[in-house]
């Protein structure tokens, strides 16, 4: 219980269907280099803008509904497994990479660390607030993970890392509903949060300054470099790869006759690569790390043709997907993407099921000899 609508209107529905319920608050802290959560980036129940979630604020709320439910309420302290979060995302960043730590914070603690507390306490789920839904293949068969009917809201692309034993073990009340109807349903029961603002963008990151946590924790990594053209002409120079992320076109601080845009980066040579938009533009990439929820993929399965999602606003696309090693899944799309990014997670769909996914190492347009027919 997050001490927001979805999380709140998730434990009142189960509630209802007549679970034994046990309320957790996860208090993740501030780690060092992190400004305190509460006082810089949550404005609790009434704020407007909320940006972070997991403050004191947060944790009175989510109280107050446990209280309301009548069942009890703990808070656990993540603080030390939340720095590992932060630290990969800092590390993502030195390596020229984009990350994503909402995916790896429901990877290692929401169904991860969370998930060994509940088995420690005699629990059978894990439940959370979710836009996303737990189905059958059929009757007595494996579970799957499936999109929130609210293709609009839909989270299952942050989900796509927990592993097919943690899906057995989860619920996820709300994914049958949109947004709308879950406000609704939170003001019918006279839940104090029916109105509360959802957060935004990442909680660690005070006003969204994601190069600034980077180089108060790593400032040694931040070193002056030249902006080249894919052509290697330098157009410019930067104070740190780490402020750029692919397709970014705003701060680049480039005189040029038409628009230019972040390319390539290459932290190596502390260079930030810039082209045109039509240079964004990638047929292909290989991912590592891979997690998959869905036997149809395998060494010996050959291609497959799915659906693809390389970023949590992106639209499924067509695309061709096979492992190409035992850790590493390629993936073809029908028609080029833009702004395939390093360090963001590509996760494969066959309609509503998440076959699984991996996190982007590299794109690029060469033919990878793919066909759904071979």
Not at 157 to 184: C, D, N, W
Request: hydrophobic share 35%.
């Amino acid at each position: 219980m997050s001490g927001g609508v979805d999380s709140s209107v998730a434990a009142a529905l189960l509630c209802r269907d007549g679970y034994d319920l046990i309320g957790v608050f996860m208090r993740l802290g501030s780690p060092q280099g992190v400004e305190a959560l509460e006082e810089n980036v949550s404005c609790g129940s009434s704020g407007k803008n909320r940006q972070g979630c997991c403050s004191v604020l947060d944790a009175a709320d989510a109280r107050r509904v446990a209280g309301m439910l009548g069942i009890p309420f703990y808070v656990l302290n993540f603080e030390q497994d939340f720095g590992r979060v932060i630290d990969y995302f800092v590390s993502e960043y030195n390596r020229g990479f984009t990350p994503n730590p909402c995916v790896r914070c429901n990877d290692w603690l929401k169904f991860g660390k969370l998930a060994d507390y509940a088995r420690a306490v005699g629990a059978d789920f894990v439940a959370s607030g979710h836009y996303a839904r737990v189905g059958f293949d059929r009757p007595g068969g494996r579970k799957r993970l499936l999109r929130g009917r609210d293709h609009r809201k839909d989270q299952s692309y942050v989900l796509f890392g927990m592993s097919r034993e943690a899906l057995e073990h989860t619920l996820l009340p709300i994914g049958e509903f949109e947004k709308h109807e879950v406000r609704q349903i939170a003001e019918d029961l006279k839940l104090p949060v029916f109105n509360k603002p959802d957060s935004q963008e990442i909680c660690f990151v005070p006003n969204n300054d994601y190069a600034g946590l980077v180089r108060r924790r790593t400032p040694e990594a931040f070193r002056d470099g030249d902006v080249v053209t894919t052509g290697g002409t330098v157009v410019g120079r930067h104070e740190g790869h780490q402020h750029f992320t692919i397709g970014q076109r705003k701060g680049l601080r480039i005189a040029a006759a038409h628009p230019l845009y972040v390319i390539d980066i290459d932290a190596q040579a502390n260079r930030v690569i810039v082209g045109e938009q039509s240079d964004l533009a990638k047929r292909s990439l290989v991912a590592r790390q891979i997690n998959l929820l869905d036997e149809r993929l395998g060494l010996d399965s050959g291609p497959l043709s799915c659906q693809a999602k390389i970023r949590y606003n992106h639209s499924p696309q067509p695309a061709v997907a096979r492992l190409t090693g035992e850790d590493e899944l390629t993936v073809e799309f029908d028609s080029p993407q833009s702004a395939i990014t390093p360090g963001q997670a590509v996760v494969l769909y066959d309609g509503d099921v998440v076959i699984g996914g991996g996190w982007i190492e590299r794109a690029g347009n060469d033919e990878i000899g793919m066909t759904s027919g071979e």
